[in-house]
């Protein structure tokens, strides 16, 4: 027996022996059913992985059983990789080093019992999701088979979570399917549909989720041949050839590179141990696996990575009702405006199967959108990703009228209309003619109040804001803004929406810019301002892509569209006074119509061909203010430093206003709405690192600087509210434990 | 009594007796695509996705919730081949719920008109009070078929066993074994009398005196009545503007009919050659039906549910028939069953306001309109004392017809009831009427009423 004291362990661990059943079907064959009891989900908890140990001392002992199928509990489920809960808590190399072996060890039994045992045959049999440490258990087996059902996914996510597959998975993988494949599947974290875990070479054949277990047994007692797929010459020319595998090592590590800028060790640590893989010692590659492991699991990163996966599950519960039960999905939703963001939200829809109807005053608006969603369906269609009949679905969920007509039916409304309060309101009041008076009435107002567009509504306990990011069909987070009376159904039926179209929802209050608008207010505005007193765009940008933003701040400027910006700017200046008074710069840029992207230049120059990056203009220098304090040589990290402070001022008073329920939430929304730096974990949680005391410095510090002193708004914008005095008074953290 | 085409008068008094008891059938309204040339912009489409998106747009502006709907009956003369029950799918594919049935129907050129009448004949029975009926063709569609020669070559090779037979039937290859079967002319040919449609039309413009310049001068009117209809925005009632599958980024949905020519004219018509009886035939192909795609879609309830639902219909159905004869002079099938009609529906023609009736052709179309005028006609084959009554032309097809907006089989049954049904509203008569002529020798005609 393993001994599992000292490590984390669930408080309602069942006693030994239960989560593991061992079954005998016929003479010869063991079956282990993976059915841990105080878990709706398995997990390879220290419960688990022991009673694991237990049964292969059981098929250890027993020099007559030659086969061996590992399965769950039914054809939906299996297990959901190591403990992750467990993982985040680590802290200490040596803990995390024993977990990491115990499930290596347990692995390489399996492993060992067909190279040891004449004729033996182990077959993974998995219906339902087999991420991670269930992946790295199937290819320990001699074979696995996949349920051919919706339910069932396969694959090695760990890289998501900062860290990598340490239970064999790095080293077997490319053993059997070749690094090239094997790096493709590990550094994306993708889980693949049974169809494509075949194609891709991770499992030895496909079954009906009835047959399963018929099928398991006959290939375990070797009633039907089954060949693995062998990897031929390719093992020669290719996996021993140190040359190829250094190619294929160095490709894989520049594209790794120029995504993540050297900010997550956890893929290029994959890539050099997949690379050595086939070329090692199995106990060699399992070492470098661990010590691997020791080191990404205690670190910051993971740790980040880590509490934002649980942030985004933990947002699913936003569906649920006062009653306990989830609320249900819209099938008839319709959508207002078919501009960039409505057309796109349209398709989505039609995307998710929702029966949509997209309305808009101007015909050839509507012409765009259906073109565009075909277009989309087709192209998918194309790449196979799609069937026929399921093609024709998405065609078919959406339809286009120009006038205001048919929403009798529809269950939710996303306005996207123009940017005026009374455009809306009007808009809404006819349909509240002529829908239910439950039926949902959300705006994906970016600058208006909701509670504004509500009033004389009737029912307006079912007027909600539905606010969603450009381009909709990248952006995965979703503001749902509570007027307020805005009931807790409609939030918990908005969040059921948001979430069947694959996005992250985050509750926040009816203010203006919400949460993610309202800190990129000051962020972006900062960003002007340190153009406009002579700091090369160029570094700017930089600087901000190196502190972990997914793109630096003119350029994102760029991406928005300077119109836009500017409105969103004065919105903010009209509702929170000085400190957001807006730089001038755009200005100038505006008068010339060079709007940014959509206009072909802005701060950069656009080509029309998409797969040419944007290079700055030349000619920045023209719209520097001519009357802006020009400010001191900053250095890269000071510039990043001035930018994100004073986005994080406007976060602590944002907190402190509860405008979201708490700084999870509020970490959550900058990860996801702005790409904030996932590996710092949210703004709040890099905050904490480094402590409030010395951020109210610093704070007070810029506040000093003659360019922030001398023009209006500059001091309060980095003026430290009462919570974050507070919480440098106490030495305390935004994220209270 | 002897045999004739056309109505007994036992028949008659039965219907007449039994029309008090039955159920009233409503139109709860109806929408259609625009019709497209064939081969234009719709070709791309198919009957399954175009009849499903108007059905839709007809469900929702119809205000119907599709839980109410107890059948999907689609009339369409050529359904694709791996949509074969059309009506099926569209229903399917419209969202209406799984448990409700769906058929497809087939009376030729009447296969729209013969869903609304279905969907009326099971309400007046009790065994459903709410329809989508739909009419639907893509004659860009029709397909090109294997001849008989290359199909059995193709099922000889495919059971050859050994190398030998397979060699020795691909030595029996001909290439005239690849001339393809068109199957939209071979659809248009009577199997009957085996004359193609034309030349029905032919032999009555000889029988009935109809000159080729009556023939072009009636098409240039229906080409002048669509525009002006067009232009003053007319058929925004029935129309829905619709965007087809293959319309590439820039492109438009198209809104209006895209047959009619703006710019016909005598001298044009007049320089076309007779096409079906050379030299010196009457009918060309500009005073002939153009070829069109397109759909239409209704909600026919009876008047008892609709009003439990609160909807207010187009129109009520008052009567409809149809009536058998001679397959060659098939044109003439309006005249019989619009007698039938009128008579089932205790009317008259002084009682009908507009008319409706297809242009399969310009000949066809003057014929009937003698034939409606003529005691002798009446006397000899509808077995009444009378002649039905004059047409005024300026209350037959005011917005022009199908020699102007094209003749999708299965569509326009349903497309002239639709178009009656909304002429019900500036008519200063109590009636509408909606007839068309049927390939095979048949007759088809609905009698609107209106529904307040």
Known sequence: ?????????????????????????????????????????????????????????????????????????????????????????????????????????????????????????????????????????????????????DATRIGLPETMLGILPGWGGTTRLPRRIGLAKALEAILSGKLYTPREALRAGLVDRLCAPEDLLRIASDIAMRRTRIERRSRGAAKFFVDMNPLAVAFIASAAKKQVLSRTHGHYPAPLMAIDIAARANRSSTSASFKAEREAVQELATGPISKNLIRIFEL???????????????????TRVGVLGAGVMGRAIASSSADRGAWTRLFDIVPAALDTALIEHRADVESRLKKRKLQKNAADRALDRLDV????????????????????????????????????????????????????????IPHPERVVGLHFFNPVKRMPLVEIVRGTRTSPEVVARCAAFALALGKTPVVTKDCAGFLVNRLLGPYLDESLRLFAGGIDPARIDRSLRNFGMPMGPLALLDEVGFDIAGHAARSLHEAYGARMTPSTVLDGLVAEQRLGKKAKRGFYEHSDDRKVKPILAG??????????????????????????????????????????????????????????????????????TIGARAIVQNLEAIAREPDVAARIGGPERFASCTLLARLARDDAKFHAT | MAAREGVGSSALMTAIHSRDSRRQVVIVGGWRTPLARAGGVFAREDAGHIGAAIARETIARCNIDVEDVDEVIVGCAGPPHDQANVGRVIGLRAGIPERVPG??????????????????????????????????????????????????????????????????????????????????????????????????????????????????????????????????????????????????????????????????????????????????????????????????????????????????????????????????????????????????????????????????????????????????????????????????????????????????????????????????????????????????????????????
């Open chain 1, 1 to 149: 027996m393993i001994d599992i004291a000292g490590l984390p362990t669930p408080k309602d661990a069942p006693p030994a022996g239960v989560c593991v059943r061992i079954e005998r079907p016929e003479k010869g064959l063991i079956r282990l059913v993976l059915d841990p009891p105080h878990r709706t989900l398995p997990v390879f908890d220290m419960p688990l992985l022991r009673d694991l140990d237990l049964a292969l001392d059981v098929v250890e002992k027993d020099a007559g059983i030659t086969g061996l199928v590992v399965t769950g509990r039914d054809t939906k489920t299996f297990a959901a990789g190591a403990d992750i809960d467990a993982i985040a808590a680590l802290t200490d190399r040596a803990t995390v080093g024993r977990v990491v072996a115990i499930g290596q060890n347990l692995f390489e039994r399996i492993d060992a019992l067909s190279t040891t045992r004449a004729n033996f045959t182990s077959v993974a049999a998995i219906g339902g999701a087999a991420p991670g440490g269930a992946c790295e258990l199937a290819l320990a087996c001699s074979f696995a088979i996949l349920c051919d059902n």
């Open chain 1, 312 to 330: 985004s599950e933990s947002a699913k519960k936003l569906k649920m009702l006062t009653n306990g039960r989830n609320a249900a999905v819209p």
């Open chain 1, 401 to 456: 009228t120009d006038s205001l007509v048919g929403f009798a039916n529809v269950e939710l409304v996303v306005e996207a209309v123009a940017e005026r309060l009374d455009v809306k309101r009007k808009v809404f009041q006819e349909l509240a003619r002529q829908m239910k008076s439950d039926a949902i009435l959300a705006t994906n107002t970016s600058s208006l109040s909701v509670d504004a567009i509500a009033s004389d």
């Open chain 1, 619 to 688: 000619d920045l220098h023209r719209f520097v203010p001519a009357n802006s304090v020009r400010i001191r040589d900053l250095s890269d990290a000071e510039i990043a430093q001035r930018v994100v402070l004073a986005m994080l001022a406007e976060a602590a008073r944002a907190l402190e206003e509860h405008v979201v329920a708490s700084a999870r939430e509020l970490d959550l929304a900058t990860v996801f709405g702005m790409g904030f730096a996932p590996f710092r974990g949210g703004l709040l949680a890099w905050a904490d």
């Open chain 2, 103 to 452: 058929r497809t129907v087939a009376r030729n050129c009447a296969s729209g008109m013969e869903a609304i009448t279905e969907a009326a004949t099971c309400i007046e029975a009790g065994r459903g009070d709410m329809y989508l009926v739909l009419g639907v063709e893509m004659m860009s569609r029709f397909p090109l078929i294997m001849g008989d020669r290359l199909t059995r070559f193709f099922a000889k090779l495919s059971s050859a066993r050994s190398l030998g037979q397979r060699v020795a039937t691909l030595a029996s290859f001909r290439p005239s074994m690849m001339a393809p079967r068109i199957a939209l002319m071979e659809g248009l040919t009577d199997p009957i009398s085996g004359m193609i449609m034309g030349k029905t039309a032919e032999l009555l413009a000889r029988e009935w005196n109809v000159s080729r310049e009556d023939a072009d001068r009636f098409a240039l009117e229906s080409h002048a009545r669509a525009k002006a209809a067009r232009e003053a925005g007319i058929l925004k009632r029935e129309i829905v503007p619709f965007l087809p599958i293959g319309a590439r980024e820039g492109q438009h949905a198209l809104a209006h009919d895209d047959a009619v020519r703006d710019n016909q004219s005598m001298e044009s018509l007049a320089k076309l050659k007779p096409y079906f009886e050379k030299p010196d035939g009457r009918v060309t192909v500009g005073n002939s039906c153009g070829i069109t795609d397109g759909a239409c879609a209704m909600i026919v309830a009876s008047a008892d549910r609709a009003r439990e639902l609160g909807l207010t219909p187009l129109a009520k159905i008052r009567s409809w028939s149809y009536a058998g004869l001679d397959p060659a002079r098939m044109g003439l099938g309006p005249v019989f069953a619009t007698a039938k009609a009128l008579d089932e529906g205790g009317a008259t023609i002084a009682d009908v306001g507009s008319i409706e009736i297809n242009e399969a052709f310009a000949a066809q179309v003057l014929a009937c309109a003698k034939a409606f005028d003529s005691d002798t006609f009446a006397q000899e084959k509808l077995g009444r004392s009378a002649k039905l009554g004059t047409l005024d032309m300026s209350r037959v097809n005011r917005n022009g017809g199908a020699i102007a907006i094209g003749h999708p089989v299965g569509c326009t049954g349903a497309r002239i009831v639709l178009t009656a049904a909304h002429e019900l509203q500036a008519s200063d008569r109590e009636l509408t009427l909606a007839t068309l002529c049927i390939g095979g020798g048949q007759g088809g005609a609905v009698l609107l009423e209106r529904a307040s």
